[in-house]
């Protein structure tokens, strides 16, 4: 069998190719060739000339992180009993004290055994093991569980039980009373939902603090690391932030695993990134709604996942964009309804032709950067102007999804240029006060880009990778780390004055704020570490 595209899981029936009492060899093969009807896409150029070698050919994309390639995530071999469950879609909501649990199951069986005598039976259980509610019956494949005083799940921040989880015990029974097939999976109940300029978390406002991030490390580059897994979100919650988009591709479970179970937000990215209008094709969107397909049926049932983001910065100003990407919106929305929809866009509230379908405008931005260089003074007033022409033209609440700037760590001056630790520092204070000011109306949330520096491909901008990370690709932290630390830990401060019910994170949080805020001296050396 064939796949296209990484990221997303897939699976292969091989029954009928084994050969019983006997060694069996599966084989793998992995082609990380990006052509322009791949997600991402990418072309291969044959340069000609007497510089080059017969048959010589680069791979050439557009988007700014390392393609790399090999396998990077488990692959398992299993087997399933006569009849199994295939696939289960939970929905959740809540009133007053009522918590409602709905599923959908899919029960796969060889024809032989008639879907009426197959009986179902449904348990949701407690962090104690205790049963809070049951049911079951023949041919019972969707319903209904009610929770009476149920546990919410609430991101970090905003109760005193973070990302509580329930578990759903699924059991398949054959005619013959025989136990055929039991799936676990755990539960989060919340609700999400965009209401006028407000992003809602089970009714309550939430403002995103979060990050873009990359599934990169030294070492192990983009391979499953759990203590890398580990150590991010570590950081993520000693820095104070409750989010993180997965930029620009799905990462891998273990990591929206650890997302649901800390209660950190994810905007839950598809590998959308660097489409062009040469990739605007019906064979490119074609493959995109399967991808969207793949990406809703892994990820649906995560309390973490809070919005569907269909693409990075694709060309979005011409008419082509608008054909192209409708239906991708349709289809993600009609595969899962309970969620807002997004993409993020480097384009302007002018020109932009995408932005119309989405729930969320996302737009990234970096100003004294690619171009205005080294004037950080006209920050604010050039991101005051473009945040707020988002919001007059479309009135949708509104998130910086990618800001920031490039800085070596180590590398210092005074008074602050490009590169150096200072001039990150002075360029996240230039964004600050215009975040604040319009947080109060229409504007929900800010994500630095980024979280960490790391691995591009080569080029005259890029050494040694990207980096714009307020750490370093060994997650060590750069002056700005501390700087947007303190921000992060006051928003929780003044969203949760009496508390957040966290013990550890509310001492914190109170330690940090009697604290004046640490700017770098000119060695780069932070007065306040925390």
């Known amino acids: 069998m064939q796949h296209n595209g990484g990221h997303l899981p897939f699976e292969a029936d091989v029954t009928s190719f084994l050969h019983y009492d006997q060694s069996n060899r599966i084989t793998a093969a992995i082609n990380n060739t990006l052509t322009p009807t791949t997600l991402p896409p990418g072309t291969i150029e044959y340069p000609t000339g007497d510089g080059y070698p017969p048959g010589y050919f680069v791979q050439k994309y557009t988007f700014d992180f390392f393609n790399y390639a090999g396998i990077h995530r488990p692959v398992k071999l299993y087997t399933t009993p006569v009849v199994y469950l295939s696939d289960i879609t939970i929905t959740t909501s809540f009133e007053g004290q009522t918590g409602k649990v709905d599923f959908v ?39 209904q569980l009610t929770v009476n005083n149920p546990i919410l799940w609430w991101p970090i921040g905003m109760s005193n039980q973070t990302a509580y ?39 309550k406002p939430f403002y995103f603090k979060g990050f873009g991030k990359h599934e990169d490390a030294d070492i192990r580059g983009k391979g499953l690391d759990y203590a890398i897994i580990t150590k991010d979100f570590n950081l993520m919650k000693w820095m104070g932030g409750n989010s993180f988009r997965t930029s620009h591709y799905p990462y891998a479970e273990e990591i929206m695993d650890m997302a649901d179970q800390q209660g950190i937000v994810v905007i839950d990215e598809s590998p959308g990134v660097g489409i062009n209008l040469e990739n605007y094709n019906p064979e490119s969107l074609k493959h995109h709604l399967e991808v969207m397909e793949e990406l809703v049926r892994r990820d649906k049932n995560r309390p973490a996942v809070v919005m569907w983001s269909v693409a990075n910065e694709p060309r979005a100003d011409k008419p082509e964009a608008a054909a192209y990407f409708k239906p991708v919106f349709e289809t993600t929305r009609q595969l899962d309804p309970t ?125 040694v990778g990207n980096k714009k990370g307020i750490l370093t690709r060994e997650r060590q932290p750069k002056a700005a780390a501390f700087i947007l630390r303190q921000r992060y830990l006051n928003i929780t401060l003044e969203q949760a004055p009496s508390g957040t019910g966290d013990d550890l994170l509310d001492a914190l949080i109170k330690f940090e704020s009697r604290k004046p805020a640490a700017t770098p001296s000119v060695y780069g050396y932070p007065n306040a570490y925390g």
């Open 339 to 463: 969620r807002p929809v997004t993409f993020v866009t480097h384009y302007k509230a002018w020109n932009d032709q995408v932005c119309q379908f989405v729930d969320v405008i996302m737009c990234n931005r970096y100003y004294a950067w690619y171009h205005d260089y080294g004037q950080t003074q006209l920050i604010s007033r050039q991101l005051e102007k473009e945040l707020t022409d988002w919001y007059n033209k479309f009135n949708k609440p509104v998130i910086q999804a990618e800001y920031g700037a490039d800085t070596v760590a180590g590398l210092h001056m005074d008074p602050s240029v490009m590169f150096t630790e200072e001039y990150q520092v002075e360029t996240l204070q230039q964004y600050f006060p215009v975040y604040d000011k319009l947080r109060k109306d229409f504007f929900i949330g800010e994500m630095i880009w980024n979280f960490a520096d790391f691995l591009t491909t080569q080029g005259i901008t890029r050494v």
């Open 105 to 143: 199951s899919v029960v796969g069986a060889i024809s032989t055994v008639p879907r009426d005598d197959i009986s179902m039976e449904y348990q949701l259980l407690d962090k104690e093991g205790f049963v809070v509610a049951s049911t079951g019956g023949k041919g019972l494949f969707e319903g």
């Open 165 to 203: 989880m329930y578990t759903l015990k699924v059991s398949t029974v054959s005619s013959s009373k025989m136990l055929a097939d039991v799936y676990r999976i755990p539960v989060g109940i919340r609700t999400v939902k965009v209401q006028g300029t407000k992003f809602l978390i089970n009714n």
